[in-house]
Protein backbone atom coordinates (compact mmCIF):
# COMPACT_ATOMS: atom_id res chain seq x y z
CA UNK A 1 0.00 0.00 0.00
CA UNK A 2 1.45 3.42 -0.78
CA UNK A 3 0.35 6.37 0.68
CA UNK A 4 0.54 10.02 -1.09
CA UNK A 5 -0.59 13.53 0.79
CA UNK A 6 1.02 16.96 0.19
CA UNK A 7 0.98 20.28 1.78
CA UNK A 8 1.10 23.70 -0.06
CA UNK A 9 3.58 26.28 1.58
CA UNK A 10 0.80 28.54 1.52
CA UNK A 11 2.03 30.66 5.12
CA UNK A 12 1.37 29.85 8.85
CA UNK A 13 0.09 26.86 10.22
CA UNK A 14 -3.06 27.42 12.44
CA UNK A 15 -5.13 24.80 14.58
CA UNK A 16 -7.59 24.17 11.54
CA UNK A 17 -4.88 23.13 9.09
CA UNK A 18 -3.04 21.25 11.82
CA UNK A 19 -6.61 19.18 13.42
CA UNK A 20 -8.03 19.24 10.02
CA UNK A 21 -5.27 18.28 7.47
CA UNK A 22 -1.51 17.73 9.37
CA UNK A 23 -2.53 15.88 11.95
CA UNK A 24 -4.49 13.29 10.39
CA UNK A 25 -2.21 13.07 7.27
CA UNK A 26 0.60 12.53 9.13
CA UNK A 27 -0.75 9.79 11.03
CA UNK A 28 -2.42 7.83 8.29
CA UNK A 29 1.14 8.08 5.99
CA UNK A 30 3.02 6.82 9.12
CA UNK A 31 1.17 3.50 9.58
CA UNK A 32 1.81 3.01 5.41
CA UNK A 33 4.68 0.49 4.72
CA UNK A 34 5.77 3.47 2.24
CA UNK A 35 4.83 6.92 1.94
CA UNK A 36 5.06 10.13 0.67
CA UNK A 37 4.63 13.41 2.26
CA UNK A 38 5.82 16.54 0.23
CA UNK A 39 5.72 20.19 -0.28
CA UNK A 40 3.68 21.58 -3.22
CA UNK A 41 5.41 24.61 -3.97
CA UNK A 42 4.67 24.65 -7.61
CA UNK A 43 1.30 24.59 -6.58
CA UNK A 44 1.66 27.71 -4.41
CA UNK A 45 2.61 29.85 -7.36
CA UNK A 46 -0.98 29.76 -8.09
CA UNK A 47 -1.90 31.89 -5.33
CA UNK A 48 1.58 33.75 -4.12
CA UNK A 49 4.02 35.82 -6.68
CA UNK A 50 6.59 36.86 -4.09
CA UNK A 51 9.92 34.73 -4.35
CA UNK A 52 10.98 36.10 -0.51
CA UNK A 53 7.72 34.82 0.72
CA UNK A 54 7.67 31.16 -1.15
CA UNK A 55 10.99 30.64 -0.60
CA UNK A 56 10.40 31.40 3.23
CA UNK A 57 7.10 29.64 3.17
CA UNK A 58 8.08 26.63 1.43
CA UNK A 59 11.07 26.34 4.29
CA UNK A 60 8.47 27.16 7.37
CA UNK A 61 6.27 24.13 5.56
CA UNK A 62 8.49 21.52 5.86
CA UNK A 63 9.50 22.28 9.44
CA UNK A 64 6.03 22.13 10.16
CA UNK A 65 5.70 18.71 9.45
CA UNK A 66 8.93 17.80 10.88
CA UNK A 67 7.99 19.20 14.06
CA UNK A 68 4.42 17.50 14.17
CA UNK A 69 5.92 14.40 13.44
CA UNK A 70 6.25 13.13 10.46
CA UNK A 71 8.94 10.91 10.35
CA UNK A 72 11.35 11.37 7.33
CA UNK A 73 12.99 7.91 7.54
CA UNK A 74 9.17 6.59 6.95
CA UNK A 75 7.86 9.16 4.79
CA UNK A 76 9.91 10.36 1.30
CA UNK A 77 9.79 14.01 2.39
CA UNK A 78 10.89 16.49 -0.93
CA UNK A 79 9.81 19.81 -2.47
CA UNK A 80 7.95 18.68 -5.27
CA UNK A 81 9.70 21.87 -7.77
CA UNK A 82 12.56 19.06 -6.84
CA UNK A 83 11.54 16.94 -9.36
CA UNK A 84 10.60 18.17 -12.48
CA UNK A 85 8.94 15.08 -13.72
CA UNK A 86 5.79 16.43 -11.69
CA UNK A 87 5.38 19.38 -14.57
CA UNK A 88 6.76 17.20 -17.30
CA UNK A 89 3.93 14.28 -16.87
CA UNK A 90 1.28 16.88 -16.10
CA UNK A 91 1.51 18.52 -19.34
CA UNK A 92 0.97 14.75 -20.89
CA UNK A 93 -2.05 14.43 -18.75
CA UNK A 94 -3.20 17.48 -19.48
CA UNK A 95 -3.91 16.64 -23.24
CA UNK A 96 -6.37 13.91 -22.20
CA UNK A 97 -7.95 15.72 -19.50
CA UNK A 98 -11.64 16.72 -20.81
CA UNK A 99 -12.13 20.41 -20.22
CA UNK A 100 -15.67 19.69 -18.31
CA UNK A 101 -13.80 17.90 -15.83
CA UNK A 102 -11.91 20.76 -14.57
CA UNK A 103 -14.98 23.37 -15.23
CA UNK A 104 -17.19 21.18 -12.44
CA UNK A 105 -13.98 21.72 -10.10
CA UNK A 106 -15.50 23.83 -7.06
CA UNK A 107 -12.34 24.78 -5.69
CA UNK A 108 -11.22 26.47 -8.24
CA UNK A 109 -14.46 28.74 -8.74
CA UNK A 110 -14.04 29.09 -4.65
CA UNK A 111 -10.68 30.61 -5.41
CA UNK A 112 -11.89 32.92 -8.21
CA UNK A 113 -15.15 34.19 -6.12
CA UNK A 114 -12.35 35.08 -3.27
CA UNK A 115 -10.48 36.99 -5.72
CA UNK A 116 -7.55 34.73 -6.51
CA UNK A 117 -6.90 36.32 -10.14
CA UNK A 118 -7.87 33.36 -12.49
CA UNK A 119 -4.66 31.86 -14.36
CA UNK A 120 -4.53 28.98 -16.93
CA UNK A 121 -2.34 27.82 -13.65
CA UNK A 122 -4.55 27.92 -11.58
CA UNK A 123 -7.82 26.00 -13.65
CA UNK A 124 -5.32 23.10 -14.41
CA UNK A 125 -4.45 23.01 -10.67
CA UNK A 126 -5.97 19.92 -10.06
CA UNK A 127 -3.84 18.16 -12.99
CA UNK A 128 -0.83 18.53 -11.31
CA UNK A 129 -2.55 17.15 -8.03
CA UNK A 130 -3.09 14.53 -10.66
CA UNK A 131 0.66 14.03 -11.30
CA UNK A 132 1.77 14.08 -8.20
CA UNK A 133 -0.24 11.48 -6.99
CA UNK A 134 -0.35 9.38 -10.23
CA UNK A 135 3.76 9.76 -10.89
CA UNK A 136 4.26 7.63 -7.94
CA UNK A 137 1.71 5.11 -7.93
CA UNK A 138 0.13 5.98 -4.80
CA UNK A 139 -3.12 3.82 -4.05
CA UNK A 140 -4.01 6.18 -1.39
CA UNK A 141 -4.58 9.69 -0.64
CA UNK A 142 -5.23 11.16 2.73
CA UNK A 143 -6.56 14.74 2.11
CA UNK A 144 -8.84 17.12 3.95
CA UNK A 145 -12.92 17.34 2.62
CA UNK A 146 -12.31 20.45 0.59
CA UNK A 147 -9.74 17.82 -1.61
CA UNK A 148 -11.31 15.27 -2.33
CA UNK A 149 -12.86 16.18 -5.28
CA UNK A 150 -8.99 16.69 -7.12
CA UNK A 151 -8.45 13.27 -6.10
CA UNK A 152 -11.44 12.12 -7.70
CA UNK A 153 -10.29 14.22 -10.86
CA UNK A 154 -6.95 12.43 -10.55
CA UNK A 155 -8.74 9.36 -10.70
CA UNK A 156 -10.85 10.58 -13.49
CA UNK A 157 -7.20 11.47 -15.93
CA UNK A 158 -6.02 8.26 -15.02
CA UNK A 159 -8.79 6.21 -16.21
CA UNK A 160 -8.96 8.24 -19.14
CA UNK A 161 -5.01 7.69 -19.89
CA UNK A 162 -5.13 4.22 -19.21
CA UNK A 163 -8.07 3.94 -21.51
CA UNK A 164 -6.16 6.06 -24.28
CA UNK A 165 -2.62 3.88 -23.54
CA UNK A 166 -2.81 1.12 -22.33
CA UNK A 167 -2.99 0.50 -18.30
CA UNK A 168 -0.42 2.68 -17.20
CA UNK A 169 -1.53 3.67 -14.02
CA UNK A 170 -3.39 2.88 -10.40
CA UNK A 171 -6.28 4.31 -9.88
CA UNK A 172 -5.50 6.79 -6.60
CA UNK A 173 -8.46 6.73 -3.36
CA UNK A 174 -9.17 9.72 -1.54
CA UNK A 175 -9.04 8.68 2.08
CA UNK A 176 -10.94 11.26 3.89
CA UNK A 177 -10.98 11.26 7.84
CA UNK A 178 -15.10 11.72 8.57
CA UNK A 179 -14.28 11.96 12.29
CA UNK A 180 -12.52 15.38 11.71
CA UNK A 181 -14.83 18.51 11.62
CA UNK A 182 -14.30 21.80 10.97
CA UNK A 183 -12.36 23.74 13.32
CA UNK A 184 -14.16 27.37 13.89
CA UNK A 185 -11.71 30.52 14.63
CA UNK A 186 -11.58 32.89 17.11
CA UNK A 187 -14.97 34.19 15.99
CA UNK A 188 -16.83 31.12 15.44
CA UNK A 189 -16.92 31.09 11.75
CA UNK A 190 -14.55 28.43 9.92
CA UNK A 191 -10.88 28.82 10.96
CA UNK A 192 -9.34 30.30 7.91
CA UNK A 193 -6.56 32.70 7.02
CA UNK A 194 -8.62 34.57 5.10
CA UNK A 195 -10.93 35.47 7.78
CA UNK A 196 -8.19 36.46 10.17
CA UNK A 197 -9.48 34.66 12.58
CA UNK A 198 -6.69 32.29 13.26
CA UNK A 199 -4.27 30.51 16.50
CA UNK A 200 -1.82 29.70 15.02
CA UNK A 201 0.51 26.46 16.19
CA UNK A 202 4.43 28.08 16.32
CA UNK A 203 3.87 31.76 16.81
CA UNK A 204 5.47 33.70 20.18
CA UNK A 205 3.35 32.61 23.03
CA UNK A 206 1.95 35.69 23.58
CA UNK A 207 0.32 35.95 20.11
CA UNK A 208 -1.39 32.39 20.71
CA UNK A 209 -2.16 33.88 24.26
CA UNK A 210 -4.05 37.20 22.90
CA UNK A 211 -5.82 35.05 20.26
CA UNK A 212 -7.52 32.41 22.35
CA UNK A 213 -8.17 35.30 25.17
CA UNK A 214 -9.51 36.92 21.72
CA UNK A 215 -12.09 33.97 21.35
CA UNK A 216 -15.76 35.48 20.59
CA UNK A 217 -18.19 34.33 23.48
CA UNK A 218 -21.68 35.56 24.21
CA UNK A 219 -22.72 38.01 27.09
CA UNK A 220 -23.53 35.54 29.99
CA UNK A 221 -22.51 35.96 33.60
CA UNK A 222 -19.18 34.61 35.15
CA UNK A 223 -21.18 32.49 37.02
CA UNK A 224 -24.17 31.48 34.62
CA UNK A 225 -24.64 28.38 33.23
CA UNK A 226 -22.73 27.75 29.91
CA UNK A 227 -23.70 25.94 26.62
CA UNK A 228 -20.62 23.91 25.44
CA UNK A 229 -22.23 23.05 21.85
CA UNK A 230 -22.75 26.64 20.92
CA UNK A 231 -19.58 28.06 22.57
CA UNK A 232 -16.57 28.23 20.44
CA UNK A 233 -14.26 28.24 23.83
CA UNK A 234 -15.51 24.94 24.15
CA UNK A 235 -15.62 23.88 20.75
CA UNK A 236 -11.60 24.35 19.98
CA UNK A 237 -10.88 22.93 23.56
CA UNK A 238 -12.58 19.60 22.56
CA UNK A 239 -10.26 19.02 19.40
CA UNK A 240 -7.36 18.44 22.41
CA UNK A 241 -9.73 16.33 24.80
CA UNK A 242 -10.94 12.74 24.67
CA UNK A 243 -14.43 11.21 25.34
CA UNK A 244 -14.33 11.28 29.12
CA UNK A 245 -12.19 14.45 29.59
CA UNK A 246 -14.48 16.49 27.06
CA UNK A 247 -17.48 15.34 29.16
CA UNK A 248 -15.99 16.49 32.07
CA UNK A 249 -14.77 19.68 30.54
CA UNK A 250 -18.35 20.05 28.98
CA UNK A 251 -19.77 19.85 33.32
CA UNK A 252 -17.51 22.55 34.18
CA UNK A 253 -19.10 24.67 31.70
CA UNK A 254 -22.54 23.83 32.94
CA UNK A 255 -22.17 24.48 36.31
CA UNK A 256 -20.60 28.28 35.24
CA UNK A 257 -16.90 28.25 34.58
CA UNK A 258 -16.61 32.03 33.51
CA UNK A 259 -15.22 32.81 29.79
CA UNK A 260 -12.16 33.90 31.30
CA UNK A 261 -11.14 31.17 33.18
CA UNK A 262 -12.69 29.28 30.74
CA UNK A 263 -9.82 30.66 28.14
CA UNK A 264 -7.36 30.10 30.45
CA UNK A 265 -7.83 26.54 30.54
CA UNK A 266 -7.62 26.32 26.98
CA UNK A 267 -4.39 28.08 26.63
CA UNK A 268 -3.09 25.83 28.99
CA UNK A 269 -3.79 22.56 27.23
CA UNK A 270 -2.74 24.61 23.69
CA UNK A 271 0.91 24.81 25.39
CA UNK A 272 0.67 21.84 26.89
CA UNK A 273 -0.32 19.80 23.87
CA UNK A 274 1.83 21.50 21.74
CA UNK A 275 5.12 22.07 24.00
CA UNK A 276 7.12 19.23 22.47
CA UNK A 277 6.46 20.11 18.94
CA UNK A 278 7.33 23.98 19.57
CA UNK A 279 10.70 22.91 21.34
CA UNK A 280 11.32 20.59 17.99
CA UNK A 281 10.08 22.84 15.74
CA UNK A 282 12.88 25.58 17.23
CA UNK A 283 15.33 22.66 17.31
CA UNK A 284 14.97 22.01 13.38
CA UNK A 285 14.89 25.92 12.83
CA UNK A 286 18.58 25.35 14.29
CA UNK A 287 19.43 22.35 12.31
CA UNK A 288 20.00 23.59 8.72
CA UNK A 289 21.86 20.69 7.89
CA UNK A 290 19.57 18.31 8.90
CA UNK A 291 16.76 19.78 7.44
CA UNK A 292 18.77 19.94 3.97
CA UNK A 293 19.72 16.48 4.46
CA UNK A 294 16.12 15.68 4.60
CA UNK A 295 15.01 17.51 1.53
CA UNK A 296 17.77 16.01 -0.68
CA UNK A 297 17.73 12.51 0.53
CA UNK A 298 13.48 12.68 -0.33
CA UNK A 299 14.39 14.53 -3.55
CA UNK A 300 16.46 11.73 -4.69
CA UNK A 301 14.34 8.71 -3.46
CA UNK A 302 11.26 10.66 -5.60
CA UNK A 303 13.27 11.05 -8.62
CA UNK A 304 14.46 7.75 -8.72
CA UNK A 305 10.69 6.61 -8.50
CA UNK A 306 9.35 9.46 -11.18
CA UNK A 307 12.07 8.94 -13.85
CA UNK A 308 11.07 5.01 -13.98
CA UNK A 309 7.24 6.02 -13.95
CA UNK A 310 8.38 8.60 -16.65
CA UNK A 311 10.18 6.04 -18.80
CA UNK A 312 7.11 3.95 -19.08
CA UNK A 313 4.69 6.92 -20.12
CA UNK A 314 6.86 8.37 -22.68
CA UNK A 315 7.00 4.70 -24.18
CA UNK A 316 3.24 4.46 -23.98
CA UNK A 317 2.98 7.75 -25.70
CA UNK A 318 4.91 7.02 -28.32
CA UNK A 319 7.94 9.32 -27.43
P1 LIG B 1 -6.97 28.39 4.94
O1 LIG B 1 -8.47 28.24 4.95
O2 LIG B 1 -6.45 28.95 6.21
O3 LIG B 1 -6.47 29.12 3.71
P2 LIG B 1 -6.04 26.04 3.58
O4 LIG B 1 -7.17 26.12 2.62
O5 LIG B 1 -4.66 26.37 3.10
O6 LIG B 1 -6.38 26.93 4.87
O7 LIG B 1 -6.06 24.62 4.28
C1 LIG B 1 -5.13 23.60 4.14
C2 LIG B 1 -5.80 22.34 4.66
O8 LIG B 1 -6.17 22.50 6.03
C3 LIG B 1 -7.09 22.05 3.89
O9 LIG B 1 -6.89 20.89 3.13
C4 LIG B 1 -8.17 21.80 4.93
O10 LIG B 1 -8.56 20.46 4.87
C5 LIG B 1 -7.51 22.06 6.26
N1 LIG B 1 -8.25 23.11 7.00
C6 LIG B 1 -8.11 24.45 6.88
N2 LIG B 1 -8.91 25.12 7.71
C7 LIG B 1 -9.61 24.20 8.41
C8 LIG B 1 -10.61 24.25 9.45
N3 LIG B 1 -11.03 25.41 9.94
N4 LIG B 1 -11.09 23.08 9.91
C9 LIG B 1 -10.66 21.90 9.44
N5 LIG B 1 -9.73 21.77 8.47
C10 LIG B 1 -9.20 22.90 7.95
N1 LIG C 1 -4.25 20.65 -3.21
C1 LIG C 1 -3.79 20.18 -1.92
C2 LIG C 1 -4.18 21.21 -0.83
O1 LIG C 1 -4.40 22.36 -1.13
C3 LIG C 1 -2.30 20.00 -1.92
C4 LIG C 1 -1.83 18.94 -2.87
C5 LIG C 1 -1.15 19.09 -4.02
C6 LIG C 1 -1.98 17.54 -2.66
N2 LIG C 1 -0.83 17.91 -4.56
C7 LIG C 1 -1.32 16.92 -3.77
C8 LIG C 1 -2.58 16.78 -1.66
C9 LIG C 1 -1.29 15.54 -3.88
C10 LIG C 1 -2.53 15.39 -1.78
C11 LIG C 1 -1.89 14.77 -2.89
O2 LIG C 1 -4.24 20.85 0.33
Redesign the pocket.
Known sequence: MRILSAI?P??TL?L??Y????KPNIEYVGKAEESFYFVVDLHALTTMQDAEQLRTYRREAVLDILACGLDPTKAVVFYQSDVPEHTELMWILSTVTPMGLLERAVSYKEKVEKGIASSVGLFTYPVLMAADILLYHADKVP?????KQHVEIARDIAIKFNNAFGDTFILPEPEINAA??????TDGQ?????YGN?IPLFAEEKVIKSAIMGIKTDSKGATDAKDPDTCTVYQIHKLFLDASAQKTLAEEYKNGLSYGDAKKKLLETYLDYFSAMRAKRSELEQNVKYVDDVLAEGAKKASAIAKKTMEKVRHSIGL
Do not use: L, R
Not at 19 to 22: L, V, W
Open positions: QSGHGNFGSIVGKDQVAVVPGKMSKST
